[in-house]
């Protein structure tokens, strides 16, 4: 089963990109909006990077705006996150996640378990 599952992550140096991907069960994709968060080390909480509703309207945090794009895949039910211009600050476990209920939800419910992202100098 599917559910949400994360892949891409791995080990660039300063300056160089990664495409996240997360492949999400059909009866999750976009009805409700996705998202992409990162968890730092040593932080306990997930800070939002970057979301998409379900028309397609994106939204970015201060940090990655103008060097992260998401962007979906109707057809391959697919989220993606490209990350250009990384920095170290960039390090972190990055998860997707969904929404979904009788109604949208506010908060999301459905995680992947997460890729780890690490950025050298």
């Known amino acids: 089963q599917v559910q949400l599952r994360e892949s891409g992550g791995g080990s660039v140096q300063a300056g160089g990109s990664l495409k996240l991907s997360c492949r999400v069960s059909?009866?999750?994709?976009?009805?409700?909006?996705m998202t992409w968060y990162r968890q730092t080390p040593g932080k306990e909480e997930r800070d939002l990077v970057s979301?998409?509703?379900?028309?397609?309207?994106?939204g970015y945090s201060d940090s990655v705006r103008g060097r992260f794009t998401i962007s979906q895949d109707n057809a391959k039910n697919t989220l993606y996150l490209q990350m250009n211009s990384l920095t170290t600050e960039d390090t972190a476990v990055y998860y997707c996640?969904?929404?979904?209920?009788?109604?949208?939800?506010?908060?999301?419910?459905?995680w992947g378990q997460g890729t780890q992202v690490t950025v050298s100098s």
């Open positions: 996640a969904t929404k979904s209920g009788p109604t949208c939800p506010l908060r999301y419910n459905h």
């Open positions: 979301s998409i509703t379900p028309d397609g309207t994106a």
């Open positions: 059909p009866y999750l994709f976009s009805g409700c909006g």
